[in-house]
């Protein structure tokens, strides 16, 4: 079956699961001349109707971050997956989110953590979020140890992420663990 096929058979069944137009299943990364298609058209968002819906709306801001982080060395489904996860987590895929201190797609604390230093109108650039998280040591500590061990699963990914490199609550690991493992059960192939 070829990309096409995939895409826009995703596309359909992703209208009759959530009763809402999709944003368009398009995209690829490029890190040569090779094309890798892009996870996050390939997710599968299942929750509540309202949850379901804001996925859908954030999907194309959720693939603009996929290629910022695959430039940063996130090369597998598994680990687009528990990245995401967390930032869904934490935001709901909403760049300009703003909880007390935390501040864009990823949440970045001006008060302790990784968004000090940084202006709240920087941090709510999806791009300059990104870029911030990427560049600390504790970001590339885990893509080194998740390209190492690509058997792990999507959840024991995004439970290290939440507990190695945001920091948040521990609370909050397990949800992102059994979110990440769901979305990575239902990925569609490439």
């Known amino acids: 079956m070829n990309k096409l096929i995939c895409l826009v ?8 699961i959530t009763q809402a137009e999709p944003a368009p299943l398009t995209g690829a990364y ?3 001349n090779e094309e890798v298609a892009l996870t996050v058209p390939r997710i599968s968002p299942k929750g509540q ?7 859908v709306d954030r999907r194309s801001i959720a693939a603009k971050a996929e290629t910022y982080l695959r430039k ?7 680990a687009i997956i528990a990245v995401l996860a967390n930032a869904w987590h934490e935001c709901k895929w909403n760049p ?14 001006r008060a302790g953590g990784m968004g000090r230093g940084h202006s709240v109108a920087k941090l709510q650039q999806l791009e300059y979020n990104i870029a911030v998280m990427t560049a600390s040591t504790s970001f590339k500590d885990w893509v ?8 792990t699963s999507a959840g024991k990914m995004a439970y290290r992420f ?24 239902a990925l569609k192939p490439a």
């Open 9 to 16: 058979t995703a596309a359909v069944l992703m209208t009759a």
């Open 30 to 32: 490029k890190p040569g």
């Open 49 to 55: 109707p309202s949850e379901t819906k804001t996925f």
């Open 72 to 78: 940063a060395g996130v090369n597998s489904d598994k």
């Open 96 to 109: 300009a989110g703003k909880s007390g201190s935390n501040i864009g797609f990823f949440q970045l604390n």
């Open 144 to 151: 080194k140890w998740a390209n190492k061990n690509p058997e």
């Open 162 to 185: 939440a507990a190695k490199v945001e920091r948040c609550t521990s609370s909050n690991w397990d949800d992102r663990q059994r979110t990440a493992d769901r979305w990575y059960k």
